[in-house]
């Protein structure tokens, strides 16, 4: 089992930048597919971007590829999320998930989940 505690978010500016960290308790974080997920309100929560045990791959939506870069340090627990290029439809609670095993955009393929963290970008 794995806790996870976000961090880092905020409101910044249109075309400012924001990183996101994730900490992640238990002593087999490296064993985990990690994920950054959000969810803005009135609407359902969305895929943002994935990375492998080893960081050997990444993933990311359409809507962020090139502006946000997803890594980890499995020394430290920890995954982060840098954006940039922000727009104000970012803005969203942004959460981290993990899994053993899971490599899919699906939220509900994730099992264990923090509380997450808002971000708001402002034009």
């Known amino acids: 089992q794995v806790q996870l505690v976000e961090s880092g978010g905020g409101l910044v500016q249109a075309g400012g930048s924001l990183r996101l960290s994730c900490a992640a308790s238990?002593?087999?974080?490296?064993?985990?597919?990690m994920g950054w997920f959000r969810q803005a309100p009135g609407k359902e929560r969305e895929f943002v971007a994935r990375i492998r045990r080893s960081s050997s791959n990444t993933y990311y939506a359409d809507s962020v590829k090139g502006r946000f870069t997803i890594s980890r340090d499995n020394a430290k627990n920890t995954v982060y999320l840098q954006m940039n290029s922000l727009k104000p439809e970012d803005t969203a609670v942004y959460y981290c998930?993990?899994?053993?095993?899971?490599?899919?955009?699906?939220?509900?393929?994730?099992?264990?989940w923090g509380q997450g963290t808002q971000v708001t970008v402002s034009s």
């Open positions: 998930a993990a899994d053993p095993t899971a490599w899919t955009n699906l939220p509900y393929e994730y099992d264990y």
């Open positions: 238990g002593r087999t974080f490296s064993s985990y597919v």
